[in-house]
């Protein structure tokens, strides 16, 4: 079955400085990848999808990137802000499936 | 529309006891899943349906059972809660990939302990 590693578990960055995060998937039938920010106490909510047939995708300061010879996928969130603070999650679903399989996820701070 | 919701918001049990956790949505969506989170573990699917009448085993079963007797409904169960169990759980639903991108909408989680 499909596997979702993530990294790093956490990461600290200055406000304004852009913020990386990776993910590897196993299954090369995936074609849906979102990211999902979870702010503490809080439900995870989609900020960001990719499918497999773009290679990226940007909304404002948020952009995703896929690579799907070497199957990663990154997030990047450039001229972070403190409320961009949260976990977040990738996730990867197998083509004919139905079931997101999330990574560990990424505990993002940033310090004003 | 309130969204996805779960009931009860905490609760702590003893081992041996059991319990049902309710989620419900209002947006028509067929699909809908249970997870579980735990710290440094992510999400894990434990059970979910595509459909009123329908359910199927996700990643961490064991343990659980599910029931989905009308379509905005969800079900999870616990019949001997364990202290393995002590966790936050988290209900979603969806549109199918078919008709839709996918995006899960998620409840705000049901926090269990078990002592």
């Known amino acids: 079955g499909e596997n979702v590693e993530q990294h790093p578990s956490t990461l600290s960055v200055q406000e304004g400085d852009s913020a990386v995060i990776k993910c590897t998937y196993s299954d090369s039938a995936s074609n849906y990848f979102p990211w999902y920010k979870q702010e503490l106490g809080k439900r995870p909510q989609l900020i960001i999808d990719i499918r497999s047939n773009v290679g990226e995708k940007k909304d404002q300061r948020i952009a995703v990137t896929l690579n799907k010879t070497a199957k990663h996928f990154s997030l990047h969130i450039t001229e972070t802000q403190p409320e961009d603070s949260a976990v977040y999650f990738c996730?990867?679903?197998?083509?004919?499936?139905?079931?997101?399989?999330f990574g560990t996820g990424t505990r993002l701070q940033v310090f004003p | 529309n309130a969204g996805v919701t779960q009931t009860p918001k905490f609760r702590v049990l003893k081992t041996g006891q059991s319990m049902t956790l309710l989620c419900a949505q209002d947006?028509?969506?067929?699909?809908m899943y249970w997870y579980r989170q735990d710290p440094g573990m992510g999400l894990r699917l434990i059970h979910y349906s595509v459909g009123e009448g329908t359910t199927a085993k996700g990643e961490v079963p064991d343990g659980y059972n599910v029931s989905r007797l009308k379509k905005q409904n969800f079900l999870l169960g616990l019949e001997s809660a364990a202290p393995s169990q002590t966790s936050v759980y988290f209900c979603a639903s969806s549109y199918p990939r078919r008709l839709a991108a996918g995006e899960q909408f998620f409840g705000p989680g049901t926090r269990l302990t078990v002592l």
């Open positions: 996730a990867a679903r197998a083509l004919g499936t139905d079931k997101l399989i």
């Open positions: 947006m028509n969506h067929e699909y």
